[in-house]
């Protein structure tokens, strides 16, 4: 059954590869619920938006979560994601990655994905229409030697750099568009188009995997080289300034004025609350370890060294009764207050 099942994916790859031959150079791809993503096999790291329209029928071709094999139909993949319903449709982002070894099917959505084994394309999802929320990233003062290869960094991580004026142009430089991560990234975002060596400026990266190889290309006075297959790479990222990233339907957006007392609640209940990067402190804060309910939460938050100011995160409260008396201690850089007899508090839970 399985031989079958295979040979029947083997067709309609072919089928796929066909149907897309005419949409490459289109800006925002006219999909249908049957669309598949291997005419785009090995374009890894490349990316293509896809309109969906509404009223679409769910397929029973899903096999993965977040990492998809790429004879799906990406339509109901995007639905099993969460990123768009049959009735309303609508435009999702796609990235082209290697296959993998093996794919773990889920039910998400009212959609069934299935397992499977190795396959030799996949993508995966990078934006859609889910509701999202803009977190700055925070900026790093860089010079105009900088490598991104000097930084922990992982595939799909952002990292933030700026670049003070009249920098002197580098020739550790190789690749177009996508660029080997021990070149200049300075250089390379004058290359791109994105800044010049008089003004400087600030841009933004994505961390890739290494590639199979590199084309170099003079662009804006700049020369990149060419090279063969390297372990890690980068590309920038549209939209320098932030960063857009999914939050779950059960988080509440915050500020960093943000109050528990604003909420209707009850002792017991628990919140779960995002606070974003670049925050300041409030002198909102009494108690410790249980605080007042008309704290600033944020600050709070940082007090109990859940987050930081710098790189704001995510923290859950739950409700509890008003104390006789709260304690304030200085922790963290933050000092909380003492106070009396007071009606409502919160204490975090730690995950």
Not at 63 to 85: E, F, K, N
Not at 274 to 297: H, K, Q
Request: charged share 15%.
């Amino acid at each position: 059954m399985k031989k079958l099942h295979l040979i029947l994916r083997t067709g309609l790859l072919l089928f796929g590869s066909l149907l897309f031959i005419q949409s490459f150079s289109q800006e925002i791809i006219n999909g249908t619920w049957d669309m598949q993503a291997n005419g785009w096999r090995g374009k890894n790291n490349q990316r293509f938006t896809i309109h969906f329209p509404a009223g679409g029928t769910l397929s029973t071709r899903v096999w993965g979560t977040g990492t998809y094999t790429d004879d799906c139909s990406i339509a109901s993949a995007a639905v099993h994601a969460g990123l768009i319903t049959p009735a309303s449709g609508g435009n999702v982002t796609i990235e082209i990655r290697p296959g993998q070894a093996t794919y773990t099917g889920s039910e998400k959505n009212g959609v069934k994905s299935h397992d499977w084994g190795a396959f030799d394309g996949s993508f995966i999802f990078v934006s859609g229409n889910k509701v999202t929320t803009v977190i700055d990233l925070p900026v790093i003062n860089a010079d105009w030697n900088t490598q991104l290869n000097a930084y922990e960094r992982k595939p799909g991580q952002l990292f933030r750099f700026y670049f003070p004026p009249n920098g002197t142009v580098s020739g550790r430089l190789w690749g177009t568009d996508i660029y080997t991560d021990d070149g200049s990234i300075a250089s390379a975002a004058v290359h791109a188009g994105l800044i010049t060596k008089e003004k400087g400026g600030t841009v933004t990266v994505r961390c890739l995997e290494g590639q199979d190889a590199y084309k170099g290309s003079v662009r804006n006075g700049v020369t990149s080289g060419d090279w063969g297959g390297y372990g890690g790479s980068f590309r920038f990222e549209a939209g320098q300034v932030s960063t857009v990233t999914t939050l779950p339907s059960n988080v509440i957006r915050g500020d960093w004025t943000t109050q528990l007392n604003a909420y209707e609640r009850k002792p017991g209940q628990r919140f779960t609350f995002y606070f974003p990067a670049g925050g300041t402190l409030s002198s909102r804060v009494w108690g410790t370890d249980i605080y007042t309910d008309d704290c600033s939460i944020g600050t709070a938050a940082v007090h109990a060294g859940l987050i930081t100011r710098e790189n704001g995160g995510t923290v859950t409260i739950e409700v509890k009764e008003g104390q006789a008396a709260y304690k304030g201690t200085l922790r963290n850089g933050v000092q909380s207050n003492d106070w009396g007899g007071y009606g409502g508090s919160f204490v975090f839970v730690r995950q």
